[in-house]
Every structure is written in C-alpha cells, then in structure tokens.
C-alpha cells in the first residue's frame, strides 16, 4: 500500500515562503492520480486542520486563513502533491500531515514541522 511521506519543513521568518512536498512512494503514477489528497496540520494544543486539498481531477480548495497565500498542486508524473506557502505568518506554525484517500481508505504521513518565527 502506498506510504506518505513530508518533507519541505522548516524555520522561516514571518514574511517568508516555504515549499511542502508529499510523495506517495511505493505506488505507481497511474494509481496515484487516483488519489485525493489534504495537507492538513496540527499546533500545539489544537486540533487538526485541514489547510488545503486536491482531488483527482486537480480541483482544489483552502481554508479560509491561508487563501490567497498558500497553493497546492500536484505532479502525479512525481507521485507528489506540494504546498507553495507564502507570506507565512506565526499563526501559521504547525505540523503539517498529509493525507491520501483512495477506494475509503485514509493514509497518513509522519509530518513536518514548520516554524515561522523571527
């Protein structure tokens, strides 16, 4: 079954910009596409959120925060959905997971921690 894995995280300056990828490994491109998939992310003492979301067809939507800073795409050539996030604030400081739906089945990956701090 495909596995999720995050990586783009990092410390960033309030202002600044950060690019997220989650690549679906041990999946192949033409299974993959198929996939539905969610950048969501947790902060400390809050619940998860979904940030951001790409269906199989490239329609995507946003929370409400991050419209008009952050974009998600998808290279499914790549097996990998990103998250272009710009103008990042610190409110925007969480993990962020990524999620993948496929035939009702949820896979989830480890995360990565994004700071924006000055």
């Known amino acids: 079954q495909v596995q999720i894995v995050e990586s783009g995280g990092g410390l960033v300056q309030p202002g600044g910009s950060l690019r997220l990828s989650c690549e679906g490994t041990?999946?192949?491109?033409?299974?993959?596409?198929?996939?539905?998939v969610g950048w969501y992310r947790q902060a400390p003492g809050k619940q998860r959120e979904l940030v951001a979301a790409?269906?199989?067809?490239?329609?995507?939507n946003y929370a409400d925060s991050v419209k008009g800073r952050f974009a998600i795409s998808r290279d499914n050539a790549k097996n990998t959905v990103y998250l272009q996030m710009a103008s990042l604030e610190p409110g925007d400081t969480a993990v962020y997971y990524c999620?993948?739906?496929?035939?009702?089945?949820?896979?989830w990956g480890r995360g990565t921690q994004v700071t924006v701090s000055s």
């Open positions: 999620n993948a739906q496929f035939l009702g089945k949820n896979f």
């Open positions: 041990l999946t192949s491109p033409a299974i993959f596409r198929l996939y539905n």
């Open positions: 790409i269906d199989m067809g490239g329609t995507t």
